[in-house]
């Protein structure tokens, strides 16, 4: 039996290991820590997971040692929403904000998401790349070695064709996997202010069959589209005939639902198999019933109120008492969450939507790879599972969201290679 890689000794092994399907109520808070853990990796799948006793003598002739004494071992990270992909940044909008500016000043000056679309309309294929790499480069250093990444700046067809370019190319010379969200029903571009049923002819008429023509759509793995179902985005009956649409032309669904305002999109999820309903938070009480009734996986992000310096958080607790299954992501964009770091995120979730710490690990694992339909291939440490994993300089895990602020993953290893920090 060939041993590539042995990791050894770890002070706590939290394997998660999996039931089928996302985890939900109590179970959210299982780690199934192994003490004076280990694993070995053969290519870039486990082998063994167990203590270090039984797995330690497997090593061989060649065998890469890595001795994890007094550290936490755990399943990379995986970000299930993210707008990784655009041109340019908002910081004076930020500051504006601070300085007390309304949504519509800073509109007035240029600002919002518009500002965004026009420099990722502009900037070539090479230069998206190139601007979003080097946030994957920050995402893996922080620990995530798995992440959907969504379109949504192009707004017209060539130029969501061109991010979903931008997302393969990515995918393919990066460490970090990329799972691809088509999200032209991100907003209503400027040229189609006050026709917004033409746009919504166009994502559904043109832009969703040119993205299953294309070959953007993977055969063996996944593929989503998303809406914002939002005032001032997209209606409920917009997003569905959206959503259905996809459907038809067998695309995995999401919804962004429930951030400011409440239309009825977490029902949609619901009734559609939506295989995650994102944000949620003003979402009534018996609309989170039917996502515990469903297959649907809240991707809760509490990193967008923070960004926004408001307090609109999601109820998670309410959520994982009900039996919500509780998946969370960064969020990552230019104008409401500038974040790149997991950790960050489990910090805020504990101490602004009630989770645990045990919880918000699992729900930024195992239930964040069922979030985009690979909860059968990561989040968990499991003999067959890809070998992603990471080393943490903390003695407890714990102090995963206890302390905040700095980085505390001391090594990477993405699909069994060895990733140290300052090395990607
Ligand atoms: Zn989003």
Known sequence: MRCDLLVHGARQLLTIASRVG??????????????????????????LVGPTREVLEHAGEGTQLMDASGKVVMPGFVDPHTHLVFAGDRASEFEMRLKGATYLEIMAAGG??????????????????????????????????????KTGYGLDTENELKTLEAIRLLDESHPVD????????????????????????????????RVQNGGYVPHDSPFFCDVFCEEGAFSLEQS??????????????????????????AALAAELGATSADHLACTPEAEINLLADSGTVAVLLPGTPFGLGEAHYSSA?????SGVPVA????????????????????LACRQMGMTPAETIVAATINAAHAIGLGHEVGSLEVGKKADLLVLDVPDYRHLTYRFGTNMVNTIVKAGRVIEQGGI
């Not at 999200?183 to 209503?188: N, Q």
């Not at 569905?240 to 999109?265: N, Q, V």
């Not at 969370?328 to 489990?346: H, I, K, Q, R, S």
């Open 112 to 149: 919002g998401i518009m500002n965004t679309v026009r420099a990722t309309r502009a900037a070539s294929l090479e230069e998206l790349v190139v601007q979003s790499r080097e946030r994957l480069d920050r995402m893996l250093a922080h620990g995530t070695t798995t992440a959907e990444a």
């Open 178 to 209: 990329l799972v691809p969200t088509f999200l032209g029903a991100h907003a209503i571009p400027a040229e189609y202010q006050g026709r917004g049923e033409e746009y919504v002819h166009l994502v559904v008429e043109e832009m969703l069959p």
């Open 22 to 47: 996302p985890r939900r109520g109590t179970e959210m808070a299982e780690l199934n820590i192994i003490e004076d853990g280990a694993v070995a990796v053969q290519g870039d799948h486990l082998l």
């Open 317 to 321: 607790r309410k959520m994982i008492d």
């Open 240 to 265: 569905r005939r959206i959503l259905k649409r996809a459907k038809e032309l067998r695309m995995g669904l999401k919804i962004h639902a429930d951030e400011f305002t409440s239309l009825g999109g």
């Open 328 to 347: 969370l992501a960064t969020d990552l964009n230019p104008g409401t969450c500038y974040c790149e770091a997991m950790p960050f995120v489990m910090a």
